[in-house]
T-cell receptor
């Protein structure tokens, strides 16, 4: 699975859009980009994933560049409850390889 | 919906003691995983299972054993606990990727964690 690079920390004002970048320059054609977050010391929570097209769900939007070497997770209207560590993960979709490899993520702090 | 339930939530052991952590899921997921998380680090995979009766090693399997006798349960055992095993342990479950095309979400659902201290 390709490695990812994320900034260690970011701040965002409450009510503004939080844009979290992720670099995955060695991603291969059939690797998906996943985003999870971990609030305080709880178990990680799935946010969104995509292959090449931009994706949106009730939690966030995922923008993947055309060359797929980087992506951005967008929380459109950040709230204090979005303060968490956000993990960008890249992996294949193959039988028996559903394992997630977590890095150290980005610690997002929402400022009141 | 309980989702993924881990027991116990907290435990303190002395070096050399043994214990078993229990993970139970009620989502009929085929896959289950055990991770550990040390301070300031991401999660690391210990062992995983792709179905009842099967287990496989992850990134950091040494010092741990697992069993999957029932589809809904995945047990993590420490035979002789060491201070280096002080950590937070998370269990997760998921459908396999091959079911994702039928609409099942192949995402991992995590439990609340077990905080283990080995003195």
């Amino acid at each position: 699975d390709a490695k990812t690079t994320q900034p260690p920390s970011m701040d965002c004002a409450e009510g503004r859009a939080a844009n979290l970048p992720c670099n995955h320059s060695t991603i291969s054609g059939n690797e998906y980009v996943y985003w999870y977050r971990q609030i305080h010391s709880q178990g990680p929570q799935y946010i969104i994933h995509g292959l090449k097209n931009n994706e949106t769900n009730e939690m966030a939007s995922l923008i993947i560049t055309e060359d797929r070497k980087s992506s951005t997770l967008i929380l459109p209207h950040a709230t204090l409850r979005d303060t968490a560590v956000y993990y960008c993960i890249v992996r294949f979709h193959t039988f028996g390889n559903e394992k997630l490899t977590f890095g150290t993520g980005t610690r997002l702090t929402i400022i009141p | 919906n309980a989702g993924v339930t881990q027991t116990p939530k907290f435990r303190v052991l002395k070096t050399g003691q043994s214990m078993t952590l229990l993970c139970a899921q009620d989502m009929n997921h085929e896959y289950m995983y055990w991770y550990r998380q040390d301070p300031g680090m991401g999660l690391r995979l210990i062992h995983y299972s792709v179905g009842e009766g099967t287990t496989a090693k992850g990134e950091v399997p040494d010092g741990y054993n697992v069993s999957r006798l029932k589809k809904q349960n995945f047990l993590l055992g420490l035979e002789s606990a060491a201070p280096s095993q002080t950590s937070v342990y998370f269990c997760a479950s998921s459908y396999p990727d091959r079911l994702a095309t039928s609409g099942a979400k192949n995402i991992q659902y995590f439990g609340a964690g077990t905080r283990l201290s080995v003195l």
